[in-house]
């Protein structure tokens, strides 16, 4: 709560400041503050796991109660979760529910244990917004509102991006967190990485993302001792990968593959062995791989010289507009072994407390059945992992799964609560960046109450 | 169709560019024959060879069917005759997305099979008859869900899958934003306009109820059907029309109204796809994209224009020589603007730092196995899925990970000179230090040895080991055949560099020859200069 003040105060001055003509240094200033501010001696790590297609958050978190089941049950003919599969996910009477009850999805048994001992939180009916907004406000369209809601391509862009913005957008609110704290890493090679293409969560406006195989440090077969029996092809082939350029597109590419071999060879050296994680790797899970590498490379920190890390990792198929409980089943079960093994090395690394990860994804999908599936929606329960995470309930308001609700602007399609803004300032700031900066990363932070999930950690 | 196109008949360079857009990839033989007949008798000549059900055929009879459907893509890629209409069909299926990643199309190769057979057989019709293949086929029924779509039940609760009905708009004909014809996006008081709300995507979706599989009966057990047998006669047939399913509410959609009351999908459906093909956005969204698969990323306005004219005149004409029905979205006019509009047949300047497209991985492998006559030693051309493993080629045709493609139309790189200098670059958006390696690992192999399943392909140098004792001459060929001779002066010196390092000895020169033939296109294939297409 201080800090909150003193950011308050730290604005006032920025635009008494401004209009004096001198931001500039000003701004060095408040850059000087914020490292001051935050406690950066030890290491840090965020981890995004965006569930790719629009997971279906009303399925993620069921109410159980005897009329909260019947109400969700009604509300989503042929595509409810059978009340007798819930038991073994209970979360039991939520005390920041009213004392509702609720369970996890029933193929999240091992992330449910993490909640029961408090390393998992669940965090209700987030999504991308621009101010706060109501369901009147939406349907008269009194307020601004992200572009395309619904829209994979555009959605995706919205809940990465600094100011909910859509494709095209060029910051991401990852990158841009570690922008703020790229000074305490002696190399910034491996401070975004993604293990699932080029996401403009990692962009930032000096951080890029680095984009690393799940088997860790790669080699360039051409480029080892002899091209085809020739060492001098070996080294020219090389020169000419990596020789800049002056067609963009071209420049481009050679700036890529520099980047890759500086960046595999110190991964070949300092990466752990894949075989000093246990439990072994899961078979048959592919983000099982991602986050495995990402173990390895948080075990890594020291000798690839990072303080601090923002990852990325996806799984696809969320999409579920059919067949969505055998779907989601299946890709739940890949969640739940991948997050939990994950747990299993960051505590045989001793980095529970060091590490973060939650849940993003497109939208949350509409409460409404279209015969067997769901369509797109909006606001989404999500899930934040780790040692510092206060866990064990849910933060914001779970909306009841029933029409009409004061959320509900159609379908059960539901106006988010908390916005994407505001659970990015609240990683961030466990992540160390000061609340000064976090308005510079979120420039749509000052709308909303940036404290609102202060408990969180 | 005769005439003269403007261009003069073209020399090899240039014929090797041109082929680089329209085929999967120039050939020794095919650069002749196109300057002997010019662009135009050439272009004619592949506009007369009749579609065929080829894909569908080969599936048909044979076991391994997922693996069989990508060894087809790649037999009729590599040797085909119909190149234009197989390169077309292979851009549209970028466009009009159906992919084997979905576990429920994955079950039918079969069905993907026709789907490519679709594409290719509409890449000469019109843009109307295109979009509604696309939309009766059952692999997109399946993959966008509209197959078994339901109309909403009466107390409410369940609504129709808006799946479909969001995507056609969004992809597949008019995009998000009104467009002005040169591609440019309308501004009014300085702001875009939505072209669809999210009111029209519910209209639409009630539109998409009431059609599964064809079939004599109209049950509602073939209607809800999951699983069929794999190579069932339905999984190729268009979707037929159930009215019990389908919704009788009002449609009202991009100011459309159908009343309520309505029982016949068809009828509905044909008012969906004529109100969507006239759309004044569908020439330069479905135009703009097609430049970008086949020419350049960032054609200009002019360019885009003048391809939105051809699409919407249905006729297109280069001096003397002109194609189309005249029936608007002729996609063969449309192909022909595309490809002969003078931005595409110009040869960028010098120092040019802006034209040209990245060649996507799937279309690096086809210019190899065509420039150096690739054969399987099978027979079958056994190749399989290219996408996996860590010295894969980093992409398989028909295996896109969503309905949006293997990269967006409007990707950057960030932290890139190209985002500020206002450009995209879509295939860029799979070029990543892990792919940029995966890529070389996996060229180092495949020239030396072949690819596919126990290296089933394997290219024929026999051309290149001839002259391999001429560094000149052998480059000299690798830097047509591959690029349109566009290799600059410094990556030719480097590529030089390496193939005189391999001494020609005066006796036993086979292992000699053979090195050097390898190194030359290793490298060529490899260089930063035809990974982008000029």
């Known amino acids: 709560m201080t800090s909150r003040l003193s950011r308050r105060d730290l604005l006032k001055r920025t635009a008494a400041l401004s209009l004096l003509g001198s931001a500039g240094s000003f701004a060095a200033d408040v850059a000087a503050m914020s490292t001051v501010a935050a406690q950066l001696d030890e290491y840090r790590a965020l981890v995004c796991l965006f569930l790719l297609g629009g997971n279906d958050h009303t399925n993620l978190l069921v109410p159980t109660d005897t009329e909260t089941y019947a109400e969700y049950a009604a509300a989503r003919p042929s595509i409810a979760l059978q009340r007798d599969t819930l038991a073994a996910t209970d979360l039991g009477p939520t005390a920041s529910q009213g004392g509702r009850s609720f369970a996890l999805h029933p193929s999240l048994a091992g992330i449910r244990q993490l909640y029961l001992d408090a390393d998992a939180a669940i965090v209700a009916n987030v999504g991308p917004l621009i101010v706060p907004t109501t369901v009147s406000q939406y349907l008269a369209g009194s307020v601004a509102l992200p572009p395309k809601l619904r829209s994979h391509n555009d959605q995706q862009s919205a809940w990465q991006a600094r100011q909910a913005s859509g494709e095209g957008a060029h910051l991401g609110w990852g990158g841009s967190l570690a922008d703020r704290l790229m000074n305490t890493n002696s190399s910034n090679v491996f401070t975004a990485v993604s293990t699932s293409g080029r996401p403009l969560f990692l962009s930032g406006s000096s951080i890029a993302p680095f984009q690393m195989s799940t088997s860790g440090g790669l080699n360039l077969k051409p480029a080892g001792a002899s091209l085809y029996g020739s060492a001098r092809g070996s080294v020219v082939y090389q020169q000419m990968l990596t020789a800049g350029r002056a067609h963009l597109f071209e420049d481009e590419i050679s700036a890529v593959t520099r980047r890759s071999l500086d960046a595999n060879a110190r991964l070949r050296t300092s990466l752990p062995p894949a075989g000093s994680l246990s439990p072994a790797l899961p078979a048959n899970n592919l983000l099982a791989a991602q986050l495995h590498v990402v173990a390895r490379t948080i075990a890594a920190q020291t000798g690839l010289g990072t303080n601090r890390q923002v990852f990325f990792v996806g799984l696809g198929g969320f999409d579920t507009h059919d067949q969505l409980v055998p779907q989601q089943n299946a890709l739940l079960r890949q969640v739940d072994t991948a997050v939990t093994a994950f747990w299993s090395w960051l505590g045989q690394l001793g980095r529970r407390s060091q590490v973060v990860l939650f849940t993003a994804s497109d939208f949350g999908r509409a409460l409404a059945s279209n015969g067997d599936g769901s369509d797109h929606g909006w606001g989404a329960h999500h899930l934040v992992i780790g040692g510092d995470v206060n866990g064990g309930t849910i933060y914001g308001d779970v909306p009841p799964a029933a029409f009409g609700s004061s959320v509900d602007v159609g379908n059960g399609v539901f106006v988010p609560t908390i916005s994407v803004d505001q659970y990015a300032a609240r990683l961030g700031r466990w992540f160390g960046v000061s609340a000064a900066d976090l308005d510079l990363v979120l420039p749509n932070l000052q709308a909303f109450d940036p404290d609102a999930l202060i408990s969180l950690f | ?354 034209t040209g497209r990245v060649r996507e991985p799937v279309l690096r492998l086809a210019n190899w196995m065509r420039a150096f006559n690739v054969r399987s030693s099978s027979g079958g051309f056994r190749i399989g899925r290219t996408d996996v493993g860590l010295a894969g080629l980093g992409q398989s045709p028909l295996y896109a990970p969503s309905v949006f493609n293997f990269y967006r139309p409007g990707y950057t790189p960030q932290n890139a000179a190209i985002a500020d200098a206002g450009l995209v670059a879509p295939e860029l958006q799979i070029t990543d230090e892990a792919s940029v390696l995966g890529y070389a690992n996996f060229l180092y192999g495949a020239i030396s040895s072949g690819v596919g399943i126990s290296r089933d392909l394997k290219a024929d140098y026999s051309a290149e080991i001839a002259i391999a004792h001429d560094p000149d001459l052998l480059i000299g060929r690798m830097n047509l055949l591959l690029t349109g001779n566009t290799l600059s002066t410094a990556t030719l010196a480097m590529i030089r560099d390496a193939v005189v390092a391999i001494a020609m000895p005066t006796r036993n020169q086979t292992s000699a020859r053979q090195r050097r033939v390898w190194t030359a296109a290793l490298f060529t294939l490899s260089s930063p200069d035809y990974l982008v297409q000029k």
């Open chain 2, 1 to 354: 169709m005769s005439g003269t196109v403007d261009y003069p008949n073209p020399d090899a360079g240039e014929a090797a560019r041109f082929l680089s857009q329209a085929t999967f990839g120039p050939t020794a033989a095919e650069i002749d024959r196109l300057r002997q007949l010019g662009y135009g008798a050439w272009l004619d000549e592949q506009f007369a060879l009749p579609a065929s059900p080829i894909h569908q055929t080969v599936v048909k009879t044979r076991s391994r069917p997922q693996e069989e459907l990508l060894n087809s893509f790649w037999r009729q890629a590599a040797t085909g005759q119909d190149q234009v209409r197989q390169r077309l069909a292979f851009s549209y299926s970028q466009i009009f997305v159906v992919s084997m990643i979905s576990s429920a199309v994955n079950f039918y190769p079969l069905g993907v099979a026709s789907y490519l057979d679709l594409l290719g057989a509409s890449a000469y019709g019109t843009y109307r008859a295109l979009l509604e293949g696309v939309t009766r086929h059952p692999m997109m029924g399946l993959y966008l869900s509209h197959l078994g779509n339901q109309k909403e039940d009466a107390e409410g609760y369940q609504v129709p899958d808006q799946n479909f009905a969001r995507e056609i708009m969004q992809l597949f004909s008019i995009g998000l934003y009104e467009l002005n014809p040169d591609g440019s996006i309308r501004l009014i008081a300085g702001d875009p306009i939505e072209t669809y709300r999210t009111e029209d995507v519910v209209g639409l979706s009630r539109v998409f109820t009431g059609f599964s599989w064809a079939g004599t009966d109209k049950s509602k057990a073939r209607f809800t059907q999951r699983l069929l047998a794999h190579k069932a006669d339905e999984v190729v047939r268009p979707m037929e029309a159930y009215p019990q399913f389908h919704s009788v509410l009002e449609k009202h959609f991009l100011g459309v109204t159908i009343p309520p009351g309505q029982i016949d999908p068809d009828a509905d459906l044909a008012v969906a796809l004529d109100t969507l093909a006239a759309h004044p956005n569908v020439g330069p969204f479905i135009g703009r994209q097609l430049i970008q698969r086949l020419v350049t990323s960032n054609p200009s306005p002019a360019y885009v224009s003048r391809v939105s004219t051809a699409f919407d005149t249905g006729r297109y004409a280069s001096g003397s020589w002109s194609t189309g029905t005249g029936a608007r979205g002729d996609l063969q006019a449309l192909a022909a603007a595309v490809l002969l509009d003078p931005e595409a047949r110009a040869r960028p300047d010098i120092g040019d730092t802006r």
